[in-house]
Each structure stands twice: as C-alpha cells, then as structure tokens.
C-alpha cells in the first residue's frame, strides 16, 4: 500500500456499523412473505454491498418476483425499529474515528436516510456531519466506481490518493474500478473467518480483521 493517502473513504453497513445481520434476517422475513425464499448465505453473496435498487433487480431476475412499490418503505421501517433495539458500532470504530489524522468520509449503498438514523443510533453520527455520500448521489451504484468516485471529487482529493475501507465484493471492486487503494474490513459478525469470495477475486487486497489492524497497515493514520 503507497504512503501517499490524503483521504479515507469509509463504507457503511458492516464496516462501521455491525448492521448486515439485521438487515438479512428483516430481508428474509419480508422476502419470505412473497414466497422467495433465501438464506443468510444467499444474502451475502448476491446483495452484500449492492443499492436496494440492485436488490429488487437481482429478486425479479433470480425469482421472476416483481417486488410491490411498498416492499422498500416497509423493508426499511422494520429495519429500523430493529436497529433501534440491536444495532452496534463495529468493535473499536469510535477509538479509530476519534484519532484519525487524514481526512475521512463515507460512501454507502444505503439511503440517506436510513444512514443518517443508523449514524444516529449508533453514536457516529457527529463523525459524519457533511461528509455524507450515498448510491442516491449518483446514476450507477457499487460496484461501478462512481460513488466514490463523487465522494473524491466532493472532497477534493484524487482517486490516487484514496483508500477505501470495503466489506463487500461490489465494493472493492468499484474501489478497484475507480483507481483507488482499498483494504478488506472483516471484523463485522456478517464476516466470521475466511470470506472467500473477497479474498479468492482480490488476493492482493490487505485485510483487516480489526480496526487497529488499520493503524498497523497505515501508520500516518494516527
């Protein structure tokens, strides 16, 4: 990894929050209504790291199930009722967040609004004030690179000068696209020992199992 990193690119769900879980398990539970039915398995290899847009794509084309305009509305008001009673920080974020020296920001296939409740909830919301980008911000979400792309642009440094903080195969390779340096978050409890699918596309991605793994890896981060 080069030593030239002005910013720091966070994604969101299962990086900084500990939320892909809860969210495949209201997912299921709601699919299973419309007669689809997957497993957390399935979760995250079809939509880890993909737009809600990509998701309803992925059901009809996978299931021939065309999802009722109610299905996002009521996916995500389940959703957050449950992060209001189970949603955590990943371990060792706030410490992280708390002492970073580069500049930092957030890109996430989420919405603005549930992202910013998620923040919230979570306590990191004042990390973020501004510093905010989601799949809304742009036409094509992860794994094109045009999300973080827009983040860079938004924050002034080049795409060289980037690294990107991923859980999800769709993210590291928008990350890749997008010509930034990028390392593979796993420390989330959706991510339990080897990730196969991450690890066997990008074997030259550094991984990092938690988050002083990070400062290990990029020492100018504190």
């Known amino acids: ?50 737009s809600f847009k990509s998701v309803r794509e992925k059901v009809f084309d ?8 109610s299905f996002e509305a009521e996916y995500r008001t389940v959703l957050l009722e449950q992060f209001r009673c189970e949603l955590q920080p990943t371990d060792g974020v706030q410490a992280l967040l708390s002492g970073l020296q580069l500049q930092f920001c957030l890109a996430t296939s989420s919405s603005p609004e549930r992202t910013a409740e998620a923040l919230r909830i979570s306590g990191l919301e004042d990390f973020f004030t501004a510093k905010i980008f989601t799949a809304e911000d742009v036409s094509q979400g992860k794994p094109a690179p045009d999300l973080f792309l ?11 000068e980037c690294l990107v903080i991923e859980d999800s195969h769709a993210g590291v390779t928008a990350a890749i696209s997008a010509g930034m340096q990028v390392a593979h978050y796993t420390g989330g409890r959706h991510l339990p020992g080897t990730v196969s699918k991450v690890i066997d596309a990008f074997p030259q991605v550094p991984v990092i199992p938690h988050w002083k793994d990070l400062v290990e890896l990029l020492p100018a981060a504190e």
């Open 150 to 160: 827009y983040a860079a642009t938004k924050m002034g440094v080049a795409p060289s």
């Open 1 to 50: 990894m080069n030593n030239n990193i002005k910013l720091i690119i966070f994604d969101c769900d299962g990086v900084l929050i500990d939320s892909e879980i809860i969210s495949a398990t209201v997912l299921i539970e709601k699919l299973r209504e419309l007669r689809v039915d997957i497993d957390f398995q399935y979760v995250q290899r079809h939509f880890l790291g993909y």
């Open 62 to 69: 996978n299931f021939h199930v065309n999802l009722p305009k």
